[in-house]
């Protein structure tokens, strides 16, 4: 069943126009709502909720996952969302892997970026996931805690790594090939480094002289 939904979603993400590769894709289940889905953006998970976002193009979502993109959310191009089938094999039912992606309101997230999504994603409201080439992962060996939460108003630079269970606060810079791993519970502020710690307080990036 997942071979097929898989050769399914490739063949719609190749249709000519947005409206037929919507119609597609609520063919298969999901809720969209006046979205935009990029020419050969796949998607083959358990549930999608797109609400008037825009998907760029060649992005691939797939995997036993649920993922809901919310309203003036943007997605650039050649981003992939994977969760791994092997979450579903008998041995790691208990693991209560949770599988999902949250893209709350306004956000952005540029291109050629990695998330994996066996456990929980919510990237808050206004918040950017900027350059190219970081990488979100969920799980590892021994890891329990494995939910990845970036709040409001955040911008993340190239390179970047979230490590399984890291999380940081609202209004916060995250330097460019800084590893995010743990709780950073503090507002406003910028990190930096492998690991990352607090480098600025009272840090706004949206400000020209911050």
Not at 36 to 51: M, N, R, W, Y
Not at 123 to 145: K, M, N, P, Y
Not at 147 to 164: L, Q
């Amino acid at each position: 069943m997942k071979k097929i939904k898989i050769i399914l979603a490739a063949l719609i993400s190749l249709l000519p126009l947005n409206g037929l590769r919507v119609l597609g894709y609520r063919l298969l289940g999901y809720r969209i709502q006046g979205a935009h889905i990029g020419f050969g953006t796949v998607i083959a998970v358990d549930q999608a909720i797109l609400e008037a976002c825009k998907l760029g193009p060649f992005n691939v979502f797939v995997g036993p996952m649920n993922i809901h993109i919310q309203r003036g959310a943007s997605i650039g191009n050649r981003n992939e969302f994977i969760c791994g089938y092997w979450v579903l094999r008998d041995e790691y039912r208990d693991r209560r892997y949770v599988r999902g992606l949250e893209v709350c309101e306004e956000a952005l997230i540029t291109s050629r970026h990695y998330f994996d999504l066996s456990g929980a994603l919510v990237l808050g409201e206004r918040s950017w996931i900027a350059g190219i080439d970081s990488q979100f992962w969920t799980h590892g060996a021994g890891v329990a805690d494995r939910d990845i939460r970036i709040g409001s108003g955040c911008y993340i630079g190239s390179a970047v790594r979230f490590s399984p269970g890291a999380s940081i606060n609202d209004n916060v810079v995250v330097a460019m090939g800084s590893v995010v791993s743990g709780n950073l519970p503090e507002s406003n502020v910028l990190i930096g480094g492998v690991p990352a710690r607090v480098l600025k307080s009272d840090y706004n990036w949206k400000e020209k002289d911050a």
